[in-house]
């Protein structure tokens, strides 16, 4: 986190707000109507693309692929209660919270722990892209005009609920029910005027195509399976609830499993209904327009209900980037704590967030969209992967779960998580193969990437424990003695300030001198007689006129005489000017000396310490 | 001077050689014949370009302006005449080498010599700049394929003699023998061929030029002016040998007055005999072939002769960019010891060579080279007013030194030396005039501001030099007692060899510990009691989790308590990790209390010890 003082902080103060206290730190508890607006909206908002995606597979095939868009739906919805159910069981299981990564960890090992850490910690990200791109998109829709500048807006949406989320999000459940339940409302609104009008046949259903012989590809199974994996994006974010079960006031688990209920209910009838509407009325997709805003402007015309829906979509988007702000520093913290991760991202910022965790979601969301220009099209396959891996790996993790405690009824309930667990990952193979060049890969080349530079980081944090551990540890011998050299290179106030503080720290004090110009050293010896007889003076050759090289000789030297017992110490009297740039006008020797040091003592591993005694110009 | 270690440090030795001993510096002692190659490289090399310069701008005016080469020559002759005899009295007045600062900080002041200094600096720069551009031009003429490579073969050159100068060029009278009079021999023996057919009819006069209108602009005297202003460049280097009298064998003045007489009437012979020749053979300037080039190949045809006086002038001219190697950094090395410029000037190399001012020599001609594409037409109107104003300032200072000293026969040098002043004003304010808008703006702008640049470091040294005087100083009251505090985070080994250092250095070591997470204080107190009982441990609470804020004022409070005649010392405990990115994995608190406390100090301009002591970590 930035911590840095003077015009950085300021800044930083100002964004984010004046620091607050550890004690303020408590979390409120969520009634059901809240926890549906603050998990629902993830799930609920993939509505806007998940429809979206099908057809643009579909389409390929002409109007014999449209005319699969209600099949294909129905098995999504029938995955979608698959998953549902197994998630169901995951939630009673784990009242305190049963993440992907903390299933994994305590059934399957850290192996498969750190796969879902790594699918999470992408689709968190993807989260954050997708919706947000998503959100431009509903925005654009509406307002044509606006689409050149839609990696603009999104960039600047990311940065503001980044920002946002520095300064702490504390009312949560109230502030995220209004966008959640206006959605609800204006969405479900338009799509059951659709509905209602459509079967009255006030809504026409689409003339035949004019071009039926449109198709780019033949009839394939494999499109069809593209379309399946493409739509299953339904599904993202109906794990969330699993995650968050503390929060619901008690009984937890009973409130969390019912609001996963109707939040499935609830995203299984509007998605249903998105890809009835979109096929009863031909609509395709196309590059600025989204279909749902078709679907929106046929039912409702250009009318202002229209731009309400519109403007309802674009809310519960952005709450669902928001949701992963909440997710990803969670997650990075955890997995921190158990030293996979930097160890700063476990650190509670001064406004009680992992403000850490937050910059470093916002810099990653902001790359992915600037790279895929805010197209939600081209994010989806990269987030897929991350989703359904972590349903696997969830649902393996309850199966062995069973197997190994053998609850009452684990008869029943296995079966239920190995279906769910045997389906996604049948999905997962299946987005993997159909997606893989569509972006598919670049996800499954950087998890694995991820989790060997988590396990590299544990190795550094482990190594480190060890070393500096206390077990087996004596009390290292006292030193004896202490010695203080101080190299100087005239005599002046700040040289004597900086002997003043060697006479303090030390009995046995000697200064340096190295000899530079021939027949330099009788002036500095005169000057040292008047001035401090007391201490002892070197003089070091230095043919070749190197200053450094001489007094790391004279060091080693000096620190072999005194032996490992006697303590050294090399005060460097240095002067500090009051504007910068008169640093350049300096010969930085005390530098260049600081540096050598360090490298050298790395090297010999061997320490002297270094004391820098400032001087202050005034002028 | 570079003196990191390592990687940069080998490449350096392998660069530069290995470092030579201090004893090793002396000073070669040169005959007329190599002091004529060593100070008439520099100036015989500028017919290279001269004539070329008068023509580019007579050409404007059609065939009268072209009419007037032979008339604006002789005036240049002449100008070189009247400044030649002014050096010749430099040199017999400063037998110990009379360059235009010496001159004028003797008898002008500081103001004037600065102003000279300036011009000077800024005059070695562009004889790099300039002559390696004219020695490539002179290649890429013999080889037109070549001219495209014009830039990055300048570049090249630049920084061949820049490796060249920091090993340190020892035999420099015998080396630099061989192209001086390799160029003389060859280039005076094609102008003499040339001279002789041209006289003999063999090489018969340019044709009537077909196009007798081809006039740009009406004949005007201001134009005139351009042309006369543009050859001056030929006078370019004739100050050198003024600066380095004292390399000479005695009689130093004799033999290198000598040699400056023989050096002009060399050189303006050149330039006549070119001049001659190109209105003769009626030569027109062209972007990719040098006039001399031209002249050459129609006296010599496409033989190997021509290939010879082409080599020949490349070589002499870079030997003229060789010449500022010895001179930028002697004067920078001779400003810094006047405190005008840093000191890091000033410092001779491992090599025996002012390295760092040839590095900034070579830096500010390729930065020149590129801004102006290796382009020796566009440079010189840069050049010629560093040029004049350092003649200039050069005579004035002379006329100074008759006014006053009064030597005999004062009544008719001062005269000389007036006119050669008013002379070479009237040309420096006839080139900024004339060739303003060319580029002689950009010089006029920086002399100003490099003069202000060496008051402002002169002033700084000076006040440093007040601050830390001995004059009226007192030897500062030691300390009575001496404060260690150690900031801890937890109790490792690290940790214990902190406070073993501590407790060698002073009897008062206090322990610090921030309790961030609220209750871990007891934990730490446990493992203190059983470790080191005997140190007494602070625990600062820290509602805002801030780690530095709390160490701040905890410091300010003991240094209040314990008075200004108690040291006071932070012993930092820090570990360092084997490998570079492993400190990414850290919290670098020590780092940010290190830079907190530096800042803070130096707004409170009160200090305390900083004293790190590194644990090496093995893995």
Redesign the interface.
């Known amino acids: 986190m930035l911590?840095?003082?003077?015009l950085p902080a300021t800044l930083w103060r100002a964004l984010v707000g004046s620091?607050?206290?550890?004690?303020r730190l408590q979390y409120e508890k969520l009634t059901k109507v809240k926890g549906l607006a603050v998990f629902g909206a993830d799930p609920l908002s993939s509505n806007a693309y998940a429809t979206e995606e099908i057809l643009r597979v579909l389409v390929l095939m002409g109007s014999a692929g449209v005319a699969l868009t209600i099949p294909v739906s129905l098995a999504i919805v029938g995955l979608l209660v698959v998953v549902a159910v197994s998630y169901y069981q995951t939630i009673h299981a784990y009242p305190s919270g049963g993440g992907a990564y903390v299933v994994a960890r305590e059934n399957l090992g850290m192996g498969p722990a750190l796969v879902a850490a790594a699918a999470l910690l992408v689709d968190y990200v993807l989260t954050v892209a997708v919706s947000t791109s998503a959100a431009v998109a509903a925005i654009t829709s509406a307002f044509p005009t606006l689409f050149r500048f839609r990696v603009e807006l999104a960039v600047a949406t990311v940065a503001l609920v980044t920002v946002v989320n520095l300064r702490g999000v504390r009312e949560s459940g109230t502030v995220f029910s209004i966008p959640t339940y206006f959605y609800i409302f204006t969405f479900g609104g338009m799509l059951a005027l659709g509905l209602w009008s459509a079967l009255t046949g006030e809504l026409p259903p689409a003339p035949p195509s004019p071009d039926p012989g449109a198709a780019v590809h033949p009839f394939s199974l494999f499109l069809v399976l593209r379309a399946f994996a493409s739509g299953s994006t339904a599904l993202t974010g109906i794990e969330a609830v699993s995650n968050g079960v503390q929060e619901f006031y008690p009984p937890q688990a009973r409130n969390a499993s019912r609001v996963l209920v109707g939040m499935v209910v609830m995203l299984g009838t509007f998605f249903l209904s998105v890809s009835y509407l979109a096929h009863h009325l031909g609509i395709t997709p196309t590059e600025t327009e989204t279909v749902v805003s078709q679907i929106a402007r046929r039912v409702l015309g250009d009318s202002w209900m229209y731009y309400l829906v519109q403007l309802g979509t674009a809310l519960i988007l952005f709450l669902a980037a928001n949701t992963a702000y909440a997710g990803f520093p969670r997650l990075a913290s955890i997995l921190a704590r158990d030293r996979y991760l930097?160890?700063?991202l476990a650190?509670?910022?001064?406004r009680l967030v992992f403000a850490n965790g937050i910059l470093v979601l916002g810099a990653a969301a902001v790359l992915l969209i600037l790279l895929f220009h805010a197209d939600t099209h081209s994010l989806i396959p990269l987030y897929m992967i991350g989703v359904f891996v972590t349903f696997t790996v969830s649902q393996a993790g309850m199966v062995r779960r069973w197997l190994v405690q053998r609850p009452p009824a684990w008869k029943l309930r296995m079966p239920v998580s190995a279906i769910g667990a045997v389906v996604t990952a049948a999905v997962t193979v299946v987005v993997a193969v159909a997606k893989f060049a569509e972006g598919a890969w670049i996800t499954l080349a950087v998890m694995p990437l991820l989790v060997s530079f988590m396990k590299a980081?544990h190795r550094?944090?482990e190594?480190?424990k060890q070393?500096?551990?206390?077990e087996r540890?004596k009390?290292?011998?006292?030193?004896r003695?202490?010695k203080v050299i101080v190299p100087v290179n005239?005599?002046?106030?700040?040289i004597?300030?900086a002997l003043?503080?060697a006479?303090?720290?030390?009995d046995d004090v000697t200064a340096v001198y190295v000899e530079i110009e021939?027949g330099s050293r009788e002036e500095i010896e005169r000057?040292w007689e008047r001035?401090?007889p007391d201490i002892p003076l070197v003089v070091l050759p230095s043919?070749?006129?190197?200053v450094?090289g001489p007094i790391l000789l004279y060091l080693d030297q000096v620190q072999r005489e005194a032996g490992p017992d006697t303590?050294l110490?090399v005060v460097l009297p240095e002067?500090?000017?009051r504007k910068w740039w008169?640093h350049?006008?300096?010969?930085q020797t005390a530098l260049?000396l600081k540096?050598?040091l360090?490298?050298r003592?790395?090297r010999l591993?061997r320490?002297k310490?270094?004391?820098?005694?400032?001087?202050?110009?005034?002028?």
Request: glycine share 2%; hydrophobic share 40%.
């Open positions: 911590r840095a003082r003077a620091p607050l206290e550890t004690q930097p160890r700063q650190n509670l910022g001064d980081i550094h944090y190594d480190l070393q500096l551990s206390l540890a009390l290292p011998r006292p030193f003695a202490h005239n005599v002046h106030r700040g004597l300030e003043r503080y006479k303090a720290v030390s021939p000057k001035w401090v043919p070749y006129r190197s450094v303590a110490t002067f500090v000017p008169h350049l006008l300096h010969n260049m540096f050598a360090l490298f003592q790395r591993r320490y310490v270094l004391a820098d005694v400032p001087y202050y110009l005034t002028r």
